[in-house]
């Protein structure tokens, strides 16, 4: 150990930091990330205080699980589920009316408001109703573009 403590410089754990942290970026999990600056810091501290290695190795062993822990703790739970692309309940219960059928259980509708950006939509019954032209209908939830329709 006496030849780590003399041959690792500080700057290898910054070196060794920059290279985890930019590991991310081919490793996208968020957590690789905490062991580079685990080790950006272990080299500032043996900058500042010409610390040896194996004290090097627990502080950052130590400091990349407390990260870790701290970032599964405090900022895991405050990230919530995107909701790109996905719309179930966003505009459920929208009415509108069935304008023609297409066959094969697809219809054209208009509806009062715009859904997902636009008012006319090919549209599927919910439940495999029978729609007719002319029929009031209400958004039950969208499925990317499908959007499903019960009879209002």
């Given at each position: 150990m006496e030849f780590l403590s003399q041959s690792v410089l500080w700057w290898h754990w910054v070196v060794l930091g920059i290279a985890l942290s930019a590991a991310e970026i081919l490793i996208p999990s968020f957590i690789v990330i905490w062991f580079g600056v685990a080790?950006?810091?272990v080299?500032?501290?043996?900058?500042?205080?010409?610390?040896?290695?194996?004290?090097?190795?627990?502080?950052?062993?130590?400091?990349?699980?407390?990260?870790?822990?701290?970032?599964?703790?405090?900022?895991k739970?405050?990230?919530?589920?995107?909701?790109?692309?996905?719309?179930?309940?966003?505009?459920?219960?929208?009415?509108?009316?069935?304008?023609?059928?297409?066959?094969?259980?697809?219809?054209?509708?208009?509806?009062?408001?715009p859904v997902l950006g636009d008012r006319v939509w090919v549209v599927e019954s919910e439940d495999g109703q029978r729609l007719?032209?002319?029929?009031?209908?209400?958004?039950?939830?969208?499925?990317?573009?499908?959007?499903?329709?019960k009879k209002a």
């Amino acid at each position: 150990m006496e030849f780590l403590s003399q041959s690792v410089l500080w700057w290898h754990w910054v070196v060794l930091g920059i290279a985890l942290s930019a590991a991310e970026i081919l490793i996208p999990s968020f957590i690789v990330i905490w062991f580079g600056v685990a080790a950006i810091v272990v080299g500032a501290v043996d900058y500042f205080f010409h610390t040896g290695f194996t004290t090097e190795l627990y502080l950052w062993s130590g400091l990349s699980v407390a990260l870790l822990v701290a970032y599964w703790k405090y900022f895991k739970k405050a990230e919530k589920p995107v909701s790109v692309g996905q719309s179930e309940g966003e505009y459920a219960d929208i009415p509108g009316i069935v304008l023609e059928d297409l066959g094969e259980g697809r219809y054209r509708a208009r509806f009062d408001l715009p859904v997902l950006g636009d008012r006319v939509w090919v549209v599927e019954s919910e439940d495999g109703q029978r729609l007719e032209e002319g029929d009031p209908i209400l958004v039950s939830r969208v499925y990317g573009q499908i959007i499903k329709v019960k009879k209002a």
